[in-house]
């Protein structure tokens, strides 16, 4: 019996430092998206809109802001419609 939780130990802890390693590096990420959200450093502001900036080209030739441009529209659209309705 205790060779058989012996097995299952050391399965469990191969599992665990296994899962810990694929982790690690989404922590470090974590970390990072923790200090731009705080704002801890200075230089975070421009950077992100510089990274914005940079993105918006390859987001345009793959249709995706006019996609949210045009979804935005029409969700002004329905509330613009129901307002209307409202008032009559």
């Known amino acids: 019996m205790a060779e058989g939780d012996n097995r299952s130990t050391n399965l469990l802890a191969a599992e665990t430092a296994s899962l810990e390693e694929q982790l690690q590096g989404w922590g470090e990420v974590m970390l990072m998206a923790d200090k731009v959200l705080r704002w801890e450093r200075a230089w975070f502001p421009p950077a992100i809109k510089v990274t914005l900036l940079l993105l918006l080209p390859g987001l345009n030739q793959h249709g995706i802001i006019s996609k949210y441009i045009g979804m935005a529209k029409r ?14």
């Open 75 to 88: 969700e002004i659209h329905k509330l613009l419609k129901q307002k209307e309705k409202k008032n009559e």
